[in-house]
């Protein structure tokens, strides 16, 4: 499948998911590496029940899964099935991983939906990769 072949709607959710996933990246490995300057904003647009469980590991951990999620957008962007499973897997780490680290506080049905959302439509189009 190439970029004249490639779907409006498979290459629209494949750049947000770009530049979501690339930026998302740099901000986590930005807040473990800068911790304690980034300490005040990450509280300030935290849950005001949880800012004491937002750690350094927690945002390396974020800020590595957003780079597997990086890699299958790159993968699907090659037509490469993986790529569809490697983003599968970040964006259910990423669901996941808060509700299990902070508790239920961290879940965002805003999140939910726009991730069931962009797999809906990186499935849709799964037949299409190799």
């Known amino acids: 499948m190439t970029m004249n072949k490639r779907p409006l709607l ?3 959710a494949l750049v947000l998911s770009s530049v979501g996933s690339g930026l998302a990246a740099v901000m986590y490995f ?3 590496l800068f911790y304690e300057k980034a300490l005040p904003s990450i509280e300030k647009f935290t849950n005001a029940e949880t800012p ?6 927690y ?7 957003y780079c597997v999620s990086a890699i ?3 993968k ?3 037509t490469q099935k993986t790529g569809f499973y490697l983003y ?8 996941g991983l808060p509700l299990i680290y902070i508790g239920s506080h961290a879940f965002s049905s805003t999140n939910t939906i726009f991730t069931l959302l962009f797999i809906a439509i990186y499935s849709l189009f799964l037949k299409r990769m190799a």
């Open 52 to 57: 004491e469980l937002i750690s350094r590991f």
């Open 10 to 12: 498979l290459s629209s």
């Open 76 to 78: 699907m962007w090659n």
């Open 88 to 95: 599968l897997l970040a964006q259910i780490s990423l669901w």
């Open 72 to 74: 299958g957008i790159v």
């Open 59 to 65: 945002m390396l951990a974020l800020g590595s899964i």
């Open 30 to 32: 930005a807040a473990f």
